[in-house]
């Protein structure tokens, strides 16, 4: 267990739906991260937060998709009109820092969404 | 365009022997490099980094090797032990030390033989 806590860990719907993740970062760690990762795929960066100020967004993540972080703690990611190309692992981290040396990036257990 | 790619999708080795999982990465500006291990159902594990200014890195059991002339970083694993079995990826920060962004690869199955 790395401290980053995901909620909940599995998750269908139906096409259409809005579906809603949490996430609880390690507790002192002000930069989250939220990545997506599909079958056989590595994981792939969509948006990153340094306490509650989004700082980058990938041009994967479609104006379907919102991130929130609002007192810089936990973290929200909301996809909205699910389709079934959503269907995906959605996997929080956390690190203390820029998450470059000295300081790990750590990822929780991730998000099963199953969109059907 | 920016790409860290693994040479062998599934690497299968005896309990007890060494292991190693290779990665390229395309990108001359990384300077940070990440081993993660994932397990069936469970979120990416770190396991060792390494910056640019270094060739080689131990942990316990683990050792990364950064080639960068060609390129290249490879994850050892001595005595492989069956808790080892996992998909193991490699990233990097494609340069931006600053943001956190990872680039993965695609990731290598080590099977371990009893």
């Known amino acids: 267990d790395t401290g980053v806590s995901q909620d909940p860990r599995h998750k269908i719907t139906k096409r259409g739906q809005n579906v809603t993740f949490r996430c609880d970062p390690i507790s002192e760690h002000n930069r989250l991260y939220w990545y997506r990762q599909t079958l056989g795929q590595g994981p792939e960066f969509l948006t990153y937060f340094q306490n509650e100020a989004q700082l980058e967004k990938s041009r994967l993540l479609s104006d379907r998709f919102s991130a929130e972080r609002p007192k810089g703690s936990f973290s929200t990611l909301e996809i909205q009109r699910t389709e079934q190309g959503d269907s995906a692992m959605y996997l929080c981290a956390s690190s203390s820092g820029s998450g470059s040396w000295g300081n790990t990036i750590y990822f929780g257990e991730g998000s099963w969404l199953t969109v059907v | 365009g920016e790409s860290v790619g693994l040479h062998l999708p599934t690497l299968s080795v005896q309990e007890g022997d060494n292991s190693i999982i290779n990665c390229a990465y395309s990108?001359?500006?990384?300077?940070?490099f990440i081993w993660y291990k994932q397990e069936s159902g469970k979120g990416p594990q770190f396991i060792i980094d390494i910056r640019s200014n270094m060739d080689k890195r131990q942990g316990q059991r683990v050792t990364v090797l950064l080639n960068k002339t060609v390129k290249h970083l490879s994850l050892q694993i001595a005595a492989t032990q069956p808790g080892d079995s996992a998909v193991y990826f490699c990233a990097e920060n494609g340069g931006s030390s600053n943001t956190g962004k990872l680039i993965f690869g695609q990731g290598t199955t080590l099977q371990v033989k009893p």
């Open positions: 990108n001359s500006a990384s300077d940070y």
